[in-house]
Each structure stands twice: as C-alpha cells, then as structure tokens.
C-alpha cells in the first residue's frame, strides 16, 4: 500500500504533538506546521491524502487551507479542528467541503476512527477513479489492436508513459494510428476527464495556425469583430495532439516553444498572457531528427517534444495483426451497414496477408469498408476487392505464408483477443463483437474458449 500522507495545521504546540504522535504511531506520514501560510505553501509542493486543520488561526485561517487544498487536490479529505465555541463555523466547513470536525479537547479514540474513516472515503475515491478509467479503456473504442511482438512492446510503453506527465512524439508511417496512440495516452492519464483535441499542422498556413492555436483579442486584423479562444487555451487542462508537426513554419515552431517552456499562451493582437496547462503529443510521418539535422525544424523544439519517442510500427513489419483488424473492420462496417456479414473466405485473408499496404492501417480498414458494401452474402469474398488484390499472382500469395488459417481459426482468434482485452467479460466482449451474449457464448463453447 502507498504510503498515506496527513498535513496537521495548528498553532497550538501542544496539540501538532499530540496529533503528529498519534498519526506516527498509526504508520501514517504526518507532517506538522504551525499556521495556514505555512500550510498553503506545503499544499503547493506536495499533494496530502488527509489535512487536518485548525479553524481560527492569525492571518490564513482553516477556511482558506480548506479551499485551497480542494482547488489542488479534489480528492483530498478535510477535518476542521475546532473549539465548542465555533462548532457552527465547523459545520459551515463541511458544507463547503469539509470531511468533519473535531473538537477540542479531543478524544484520542475519536480521532483515530475519523481520520480512519476519512482516508477510507479518500481510497475508496482513488479506487473509482481508477475503475472509471480502466472502463473507458475497456469499452473498445480505443485500445490498440495487435499481438505481434512490436505492439506488445508498444502497448507496455503507452502505459508506462501515458502516467507521467511528459511531451511525448509520436513517429511513424501514414496510416498506421498514430492519432489513436495519442488519444490512448491521453485516456490513461490522469488528463483523462479532460479534453482532447487534435490538429493537423499542415493543414493551415501559418497565419491560420496561429489564430487556431493561440485565438485571437477583439479588432486583431480585419473581421475579428470578437475574441476568439485558441485550441490549446480551450485544452487547458488536457491533451493536445499536434499531427504532423514537421510542416509546421519556423516562426509557429517558436511560439509553441516557448508555449512549452512558460505554460503561457498570448492571443493574436494580445499583450497578455493567458496561462495553459496541457500536454503536448507531437506526431509526424517524418524523422524529426533529420528535419533537425536539414535545418527545418528547431533542434530545442525537437528536445522539447522528444522527452519519450513512441515509433508505430508500419502493417508491413506487423502481418500477424492483419486477421484481427479485418476482422475488427468486418464487425465495425457490417455493424454500421445492419449486415449479418461472418468473416472473411481463406483466399481473402491469404491476398491480404500477402499484400504491402503502403497505406498501412488506414488502407486496411477502407479495404473492409468497401467489401463489407459490396458483400451480399454471410462472408467477404475475393470479388469484393480491389482490382489490384485479386490480381495478385496466387504463387505469390501461396508462398507468402507458412500456414494459411481457415476462415474459423481466424474468428477463434479474434474472439480469444477480445476476450483477453476485456478480462474475460463476456457482456463487454459481446457488445464489441456485435453479437448478444448466447452468440458469443455457443461460439466459446465451439472454440474451447472456456477459461
């Protein structure tokens, strides 16, 4: 268990002993200071799981410790220390947030029930904001579907980076997810609740990119007849995935920089600065070190960003991934389009399999979609797809894999998948297949999926 840390605020000598004594022996980790300034000041350094606090104190009293520490740390349970005399002003402290009161002189027993069941409440908050998160992976629509070992390796990094609260960038081909990697980390982290927005930096010139990240102040140029609020001042608070931030001009390159080392943010035609607090994820199709190394973009810029480098894996070095994204697509497409579509023939997974994909995920995915619309029938035929598939010489196709898994191995596998990302939850594992529960089910029974 993590060690549980309490913050005891009084100005009376006697009783920050009694307390820090009684907390000490209870293997909790107290910390004592004499009045609220020096309280503030601790709350801003460290976060506490429990502050004790007494209520009237010179100059920063229990009513300003109470607020700040729920400003910081919302989870962080409050008990008001108080005279008989100001029990009313306790009460006035709960309804504002406080956990409960104690009351001088205090019962030793009493104290250590209610702190107990303080830190109780306080675990029991942490626990649900862990579930919530956890849920929020587990519904699908984001974790990252693959089992070859560079995904492995790949999902182990997401979650080990996702916690901290670094700038990460994101390399890889077109195509091959990089936006989902992003909003996978920003699902993991503790930005979760908070937004994500993504904008793709060469989709505007440079004065366009300005407006959209940093806004703009009222009259700034012509036709600003409002304010206007930037992305990374609406994103205060979260993520923000700025894709293909090799095209970004030398000029915004600087801004951001700056935007990265002072948390700060000024508006177009502004002169004052707006504080930001987000994270930065930087994607790119390109090798950033050699952008460095061409002179297009700034080498302090790229060590900025470049705290974790994240590499997706183009589809060509990851085929074995290749039956359970199609067989991801079929359930998504035959889903949106009402069809009951089951799979995929043998011949169409061998031709995928021995397909380049230079579009890589992306490619895949529209060549699921059109099948899935030109399909009339309970599964994906070589008909449905693209010319230059089905042309594929089918020596080459033959040679190309050791082993050619049958349309029912293939749909064994992908269940078994989604099983495992769901912790075996059938409910959730029927609803990310498209199918009710005795489906899924009679399927388990044929495939031996009991655990």
């Known amino acids: 268990m993590d060690t549980v840390r309490i913050l005891v605020v009084d100005d009376e000598s006697i009783t920050r002993e009694n307390l820090t004594h009684i907390l000490n022996k209870e293997k909790y980790q107290a910390v004592a200071v004499e009045n ?30 109470l607020k700040r520490a729920k400003e910081l740390y919302p989870e962080t349970e409050v008990i008001m220390i108080t005279g ?47 579930l919530k998160r956890q849920m929020r992976c587990d519904r699908g629509a984001h974790f990252i579907i693959g089992k070859s070992p560079k995904m492995q390796a790949l999902n182990k990094l997401i979650a080990q980076v996702a916690p901290a609260d670094c700038n990460v960038l994101i390399e890889g081909e077109t195509g091959t997810g990089k936006e989902l990697v992003a909003r996978a980390i920003h699902l993991l982290s503790p930005r979760a609740a908070k937004r994500f927005l993504a904008i793709n930096c060469g989709a505007f010139n440079e004065e366009l990119l300005a407006n959209e ?39 915004m390159q600087v801004k951001l920089l700056r935007t990265i080392q002072e948390k700060r943010i000024m508006r177009v035609g502004g002169t004052r600065e707006v504080p930001v607090d987000i994270r930065i994820l930087g994607a790119s199709n390109r090798d950033l070190r050699q952008e460095v190394n061409n002179g297009t973009f700034r080498e302090d810029l790229y060590y900025r960003l470049n705290v974790i480098t994240l590499h997706v894996p183009p589809l060509s070095e990851r085929k074995d991934d290749i039956p359970l994204l199609c ?34 995920i992306r490619e895949l995915e529209n060549i699921v979609e059109r099948a899935v619309t030109l399909a009339n029938g ?61 489906s899924l089910w009679r399927k388990i029974k044929r495939y031996q999926l009991e655990r």
Not at 115 to 126: D, S, T, W
Not at 380 to 385: D, K, N, R, T, Y
């Open 327 to 360: 067989h991801h697509f079929l359930h998504k497409f035959a889903g949106q389009q009402g069809k009951e579509i089951e799979g995929v023939s043998p011949e169409v997974m061998d031709a995928l399999m021995d397909y380049a994909f230079p579009g890589n």
């Open 84 to 130: 008989y005399a100001t029990i009313s002003s306790a009460v006035e402290a709960m309804q504002k947030g406080a956990y409960h009161y104690i009351a001088k002189p205090f019962n030793l027993d009493e104290v250590r029930l209610l702190v107990h069941k303080a830190l109780e409440k306080r675990m029991l908050q942490k626990e649900l904001i862990e």
């Open 213 to 251: 990240l940093f806004g703009h102040e009222k009259e700034a140029f012509t036709g600003a007849q409002r304010e206007k609020e930037g992305l990374l001042e609406a994103a205060s608070g979260g993520t923000v995935l700025l894709d293909e931030i090799a095209d970004m001009q030398p000029s």
């Open 378 to 438: 309970p599964r994906i035929e070589m008909e449905h797809l693209p010319m230059d598939l089905q042309q594929l010489p089918s020596v080459i196709r033959r040679h190309a894999r050791k082993e050619i898994l049958t349309l029912e191995e293939n749909e064994k596998e992908y269940i078994a998948w989604v099983l495992q990302k769901v912790q075996g939850s059938r409910t959730k594992a029927a609803e990310l297949l498209g199918i009710d529960r005795v």
């Open 36 to 65: 609220g300034l020096k309280a503030l000041r601790e709350l801003e350094k460290t976060e506490y799981d429990l502050v004790l606090t007494d209520l009237r104190m010179e100059q920063v009293d229990g009513m300003q410790v």
